[in-house]
């Protein structure tokens, strides 16, 4: 085998994407004393950029409310850009969907953290999450819907 043959799998950039934070009860709502009760929501995406290089974007969105008062909204897109070559096509969805989110978690985690801090809150520390197990949980429900397998690619 060449060495140009072989199985390429790097970090081209990393960068934040979209960030953003609303606070749209403030003042009043830091007179509050309640906990809020805090959701969030977690998608990645990805699409080819060029030969070879692909566009990873993890979306961490962190919402917290206080009844129907929004606390705060905060949503941060996280990404990279990430060179996969000489990989067999079969093994770049799980690249994309899998270990790319894994590289991106902990620098969207540190955003929203700082973000949620420098908005007067008490810092969110996202627990670490399975990209593995939602991968394998989309693929069954795409599975079960009849959807290829590789539609979430672009």
Request: hydrophobic share 40%; proline share 7%; net charge negative.
């Amino acid at each position: 085998m060449e060495q140009n043959e072989q199985p390429v799998f790097g970090i081209e950039k990393l960068y934040v994407k979209d960030l953003s934070i609303e606070v749209p009860n403030s003042p009043e709502i830091f007179l509050e004393r309640d906990q809020p009760q805090v959701e969030i929501q977690l998608n990645t995406g990805g699409r080819a950029v060029g030969e070879g290089v692909y566009e990873v974007v993890l979306t961490v969105t962190v919402s917290a409310k206080m009844g129907e008062k929004t606390v705060f909204l905060v949503e941060v897109g996280q990404a990279g850009i990430f060179r996969i070559q000489n990989v067999p096509e079969d093994q770049i969805e799980p690249l994309i969907a899998v270990a790319c989110p894994n590289i991106l978690f902990p620098y969207a985690r540190e955003a929203v953290s700082d973000s949620v801090s420098r908005a007067g809150f008490q810092p969110i520390v996202l627990q670490p999450v399975n990209f593995e197990g939602m991968y394998m949980q989309r693929q069954q429900q795409e599975a079960q819907a009849g959807v290829p397998a590789n539609a979430s690619i672009q």
